[in-house]
C-alpha cells in the first residue's frame, strides 16, 4: 500500500481539515507530519464547528486510527485542551489517537522565547503564532529537544530544567521586561503549572513508535493518509522565506515527517482556496488592500483560526500555483471557497509578474527583492449563490470556465470543488 498526502498550495489556511475529514471515511489510518499547535484545521458538520490545531482531522470518525507523527511538534497544555474541548462534544480522542515518541515538546520556556523574540523584530516581525513553533524546532535540530518518548525516563525533569535555563538565558540578553508576556493569558508560572498536568494526562495516550506503526500498517495493507499543516509557500526552504513557517510543509516532509520511504508515496492532492489568503507579515503579490480585498474577507469569514487575526486577501496567484503544483507532484487539485467569489461580476487571476519591463511567469527567489506587480486576467464571474448546486454538472458556467482555466493553465484537473464549510458543502467529479 502507498500513503496518500493531502497539503495546501499556498500561505496556509486553504481548508485542509474539511477534506481530510471528507476523505477519513476511505482509510484506515490518518497521520498528521508536521507543524504545531500554529495549526487551525476548522471541520463543520451537523451544525457543529470544530478547529483542531495538533490532533489529525480524522479525529471525528471512530473507525478510522489517527497518529501525530514525529514531524509534528507537541504543547501538552494546548493539546490536552484541545483534548477536553473535543469530549465536551461527546468525541473521545483517546480511543482512536496515537502519538509517535519521536514527536518533539514545545516547553512553556519555548513560548516564551518566541514572544520576546518576535516582539525584539520590530518593523521585521515574521508575524510568528507566538506557540513557541520555532524555538521548539531550532533546539530540535541543534539537538537539545525534549520528546515525547522522554516523557518517562527518569532524566526528564533534569533535562527540562537545563533546557529551560538555556531558554532563560537567552530571554534575558534581549533586556526585554517580561512582566507584560503571558501565555495564552496566564504568567509564565501558572502555565508551566497546567503544563505538567496536561503532561501526566498525556502518558494516558497511547504512545508508539510512529516509523514501526505505519510501515507495519502499510504491510498489512492499510490505507494511509498523511496530512500537512500551513502551506507551500510557508515551507523553511521553498517557501517566502524567512516570512515562513519552521518545517517542511510539501509532499517530501511526509517521508521525514512520519518515518515512511518516498517509494510509499501514493497520490497526492494539493488544496487551494479559489482566492488566496495570508496571515501576518511576508510578500504577498496579488494582495488587496481595497474594498475588494475587504469583501473577499467578509465573505471567506478570513479570520486565523489560530491567532484570530484578520487574513490578508487577493486574487489567485497562477505561478505561485504552478510552483507549489511542481515541488510537490500534485496529482489532483482540490478547489476551496469557491462561494467566497459568487458576489463577483468579474474575477481578476494572476497569470504573471512583471519586474521592471520584464514579465516573469515563475516564483521568484526572493519575492521582497523582486517587487513584482502581477499581470492580471480578468474573467466573468458566476455573481450567483451555490446553494443548490449538487454536482458538477449543475456548476454555473462562468464558474466551470474558471475552473477549466485553471486546469489548463497547470496541467493538473480539478477534482474536487468546496462551495461552502460544511462537509456536504464538496462536489466531486
Known amino acids: 500500500m502507498k500513503v496518500d498526502v493531502i497539503l495546501g498550495l499556498q500561505w496556509g489556511d486553504e481548508g485542509k481539515g474539511k477534506i481530510v475529514d471528507v476523505f477519513t471515511p476511505h482509510y484506515d489510518i ?172 498525556m502518558k494516558d495516550f497511547r504512545i508508539v513508535e510512529g516509523e514501526q506503526f505505519l510501515n507495519k500498517s502499510l504491510d498489512e495493507g492499510k490505507s494511509v493518509m498523511a496530512e500537512g499543516a500551513q502551506g507551500t509557500l510557508l515551507d523553511v526552504d521553498f517557501g517566502s522565506y524567512p516570512f515562513v513557517t519552521s518545517s517542511n510543509t510539501i509532499a517530501a516532509g511526509a517521508s521525514t515527517g512520519l518515518g515512511i520511504s518516498p517509494h510509499r508515496i501514493g497520490k497526492i492532492y494539493g488544496i487551494f482556496k479559489a482566492y488566496c489568503t495570508r496571515v501576518g507579515s511576508g510578500p504577498f503579490p496579488t494582495e488587496l488592500m481595497d474594498e475588494t480585498g475587504a469583501l473577499l474577507r467578509c465573505n471567506g469569514n478570513e479570520f486565523g483560526s489560530t491567532t484570530g487575526r484578520p487574513r490578508r486577501c487577493g486574487w489567485l496567484d497562477l505561478p505561485a500555483l504552478k510552483y507549489a503544483i511542481m515541488l510537490n507532484g500534485v496529482d489532483t487539485l482540490i478547489m476551496m471557497k469557491a462561494d467566497v467569489l459568487n458576489t463577483f461580476e468579474k474575477i481578476k487571476v494572476c497569470r504573471d509578474y512583471k519586474s521592471g519591463s520584464k514579465i516573469l511567469d515563475e516564483f521568484p527567489f526572493d519575492l521582497s527583492d523582486a517587487k513584482l506587480d502581477p499581470v492580471y486576467l480578468e474573467m466573468k464571474g458566476w455573481h450567483q449563490s451555490l446553494d443548490k448546486v449538487a454536482s458538477f454538472d449543475t456548476l454555473p458556467q462562468h464558474l466551470s470556465d474558471y475552473i477549466n482555466f485553471i486546469e489548463k493553465e497547470t496541467g493538473i484537473p480539478v477534482e474536487i470543488v468546496s462551495i461552502g464549510p460544511d462537509r456536504i458543502q464538496t462536489l466531486r467529479k
Do not use: C
Open 30 to 201: 490518518i497521520a498528521r507530519f508536521q507543524g504545531g499547535p500554529n495549526a487551525g484545521h476548522t471541520i463543520e458538520f451537523d451544525g457543529k464547528k470544530f478547529v483542531l490545531h495538533t490532533i489529525p482531522s480524522g479525529i471525528f470518525h471512530r473507525s478510522t486510527l489517527n497518529l501525530i507523527g514525529n514531524g509534528v511538534i507537541i504543547d501538552p497544555f494546548i493539546f490536552m485542551r484541545e483534548i477536553d474541548k473535543l469530549a465536551e462534544s461527546g468525541i473521545h480522542a483517546e480511543e482512536n489517537l496515537l502519538i509517535s515518541k519521536r514527536a518533539h515538546l514545545i516547553l512553556p520556556s519555548h513560548r516564551l522565547l518566541d514572544a520576546v523574540s518576535e516582539s525584539s523584530k520590530g518593523q521585521s516581525r515574521i508575524g510568528s503564532t507566538l506557540k513557541g513553533i520555532g524555538p521548539t524546532y531550532t533546539d530540535k535540530f541543534a539537538r537539545n529537544g525534549l520528546r515525547v518518548g522522554n516523557l518517562n525516563g527518569n532524566d526528564f525533569m533534569e533535562r527540562y530544567r537545563v533546557l529551560k535555563e538555556i531558554h532563560l538565558r537567552t530571554i534575558g540578553s534581549y533586556n526585554t521586561d517580561l512582566a507584560g508576556f503571558t501565555l495564552d493569558g496566564l504568567a509564565f508560572d501558572e502555565y508551566e503549572k497546567k503544563w505538567f498536568e496536561a503532561i501526566g494526562r
